[in-house]
């Protein structure tokens, strides 16, 4: 359950660049594809974000990725007013949400809160993937939530 | 604790300094001249040669680097350096850690613990700029507008009173003891500028759920503290602060990206506060005064629980500003006015406050002070803590 944008909801700030050792390279590849791809590890089985080259709970190196169901629940989240970004000036209130995702061994993800910026954000209230297509140099796409 | 494995009274701090501090980008010198003026400072505190120093301590990948610091002192023989791996200023006493490891070791016999900061030499912390593509743990939050360290910590508060119902009272009256006790301190950049409960409720927001007095300031300035064994501290100009204990701590997967720190809900301190009164041989009640680091106030609520020094369940009624002040409080804090009213010097100032409140030489002295807390950096990933002490308590 997901859709996609080409609206930016954050015009201007620094793009997403995959590591140069690799190492997030599919999680990047897998947005453009409107795939929601995170690590699990061949040895144990459990789902690990941010990405990391060992399984932090069996010390395997052997990680595969795998596309994961695109929703989750809101975990906490903040609303940041001031503007620490050129290209924050001016834009007003946004909201910033830590997304955890039950059916992926609890992972959390950071991402915005689409929808009105001033809206009541509800700990625990269920979310589902936007996937935001953006261009740039190169291409990229950001995962981004809204309230189901 | 084996004795022989533990630093308890046999290392002190025996002196202190700092430069005038400026409010971002107002300082008249480079930042390495600060730090050196600093160093002077201590030493002269001290009434020691700064020829005598031979270990070097920082943390937060201080720009000031040891062997650049030594040539310039005419430092005869450079024994030990060292850089506390951590996030901001999460490392300010485990540079007093390392520093007093270094003296137990044998590994050097004079030790500075320091830091510089010019914001506005080398760009403020509140703000951030660029265009570059960024990749690696940032390129998950970054693009999301998630940048600031406000950012980076607003959302550990937001969950922390939703799990614990802790919140607005507690944090608005840490704001307000800083700012009380920064009208004392002569040193400090918010002197002459108080802070009531409708200004703090009034205030804009920076990130929900920090307000701007929730934050702390953006400097310039240094500091520095000279460490050394303590029965060399008898020949010395003022009586010393024993460290009692210093330790430091990331829990499981504290530094894990993108937000997933296995216990997402703390200070960073749990590990650590339980060695410190181990090392220390106390309890949190035997401490009279205390420095608790204040990147923002929603992380000294969960330090302070996390050092014991009140409960999740009695939180908003021990830290009251009634409480926290210096001249009354049952829980003095920030007696210097901290990071949020003296000067974010990244911390090192409130470890030189916890020895000033051992001395007795406070701008606002509790009285009888036998044991001072003073601790860094709550909520990143690796966190700092120390105990200091009289010649009595060792």
């Given amino acids: ?148 | 604790m084996n004795d022989d494995y533990n630093l308890r009274g046999k290392v002190a701090v025996v002196g202190v300094g700092e430069t005038t501090y400026y409010k971002h980008g107002q300082s008249p010198d480079p930042e390495f001249v600060l730090v050196l003026k600093a160093i002077l400072a201590a030493c002269e505190d001290a009434g020691i040669n700064p020829k005598e120093i031979d270990g070097f301590c920082s943390y937060s990948n201080d720009r000031n680097d040891p062997p650049r610091l030594a040539n310039a002192l005419g430092i005869p023989e450079l024994r030990f350096s060292n850089m506390q791996w951590t996030s901001g200023g999460g490392g300010a006493a485990a540079a007093v850690q390392n520093a007093s490891g270094a003296i137990m070791a044998g590994s050097a016999n004079v030790v500075v613990a320091y830091r510089g900061l010019a914001q506005g030499q080398f760009g403020r912390f509140g703000r951030s700029g660029g265009s570059r593509p960024v990749s690696g743990a940032a390129a998950y939050t970054l693009p999301y507008g998630m940048m600031s360290a406000a950012q980076m910590y607003a959302m550990r508060t937001t969950r922390f009173m939703h799990e614990h119902g802790v919140g607005r009272g507690a944090m608005r009256a840490i704001a307000m003891a800083c700012y009380h006790h920064a009208q004392n301190n002569p040193r400090a950049v918010m002197n002459g500028k108080t802070l009531d409960a409708e200004t703090y409720d009034s205030s804009r927001w920076i990130t929900e759920p920090y307000r701007l007095f929730d934050c702390c300031l953006e400097n310039d300035g240094a500091a520095a503290m000279i460490i050394t064994r303590t029965d060399r501290a008898k020949d010395l100009a003022k009586a010393p602060a024993l460290v009692l204990g210093a330790q430091q701590s990331g829990g499981h997967r504290s530094g894990a990206t993108a937000e997933n720190a296995t216990d997402y809900v703390t200070s960073s301190f749990k590990p650590a506060v339980k060695h410190l009164y181990e090392q220390a041989g106390i309890t949190a009640t035997d401490i009279d005064v205390v420095q608790s680091y204040e990147n923002f106030t929603g992380g000294v609520v969960m330090s302070l629980i996390e050092h014991g020094l009140c409960t999740y369940e009695n939180a908003d009624e021990v830290l009251t500003f009634d409480n926290l002040r210096a001249d009354g409080g049952k829980l003095p804090l920030n007696t210097s006015g901290g990071n949020l009213a003296e000067c974010y010097m990244h911390g090192l100032g409130l470890q030189i406050e916890a020895v000033r409140q051992v001395r007795g030489e406070s701008c606002n002295q509790v009285p009888d002070v036998k044991v001072a807390l003073a601790n860094a950096g709550p909520m990143v990933a690796v966190a700092s803590t120390a105990l200091y002490g009289t010649e009595e308590t060792a």
Wanted: charged share 20%; hydrophobic share 35%; aromatic share 8%.
């Fill in chain 1, 1 to 148: 359950m997901s859709r996609s944008t080409n609206e930016a909801h954050l015009p201007g700030l620094r793009q997403p660049a995959p590591a140069n050792d690799g190492l997030d390279t599919p999680f990047w590849e897998g947005t453009r594809a409107h795939e929601l791809r995170v690590q699990r590890c061949k040895e144990c089985g459990l789902h690990q974000w941010g990405p990391e080259w060992m399984c932090h709970t069996c010390n395997s190196l052997d990680l595969d990725w795998v596309a994961v169901e695109p929703t989750g629940q809101i975990y906490s989240w903040q609303r940041p007013h001031h503007p620490v970004h050129n290209a924050l000036s001016d834009r007003g209130p946004y909201i910033i949400v830590l997304v955890e995702l039950p059916h992926a061994d609890n992972i959390r993800m950071v991402g915005n809160l689409l929808g009105d910026p001033l809206q009541e954000v509800e700990i625990g209230a269920p979310v589902s993937v936007v996937f935001e297509d953006r261009e740039g140099d190169p291409d990229f796409t950001l995962v981004q939530w809204e309230v189901i």
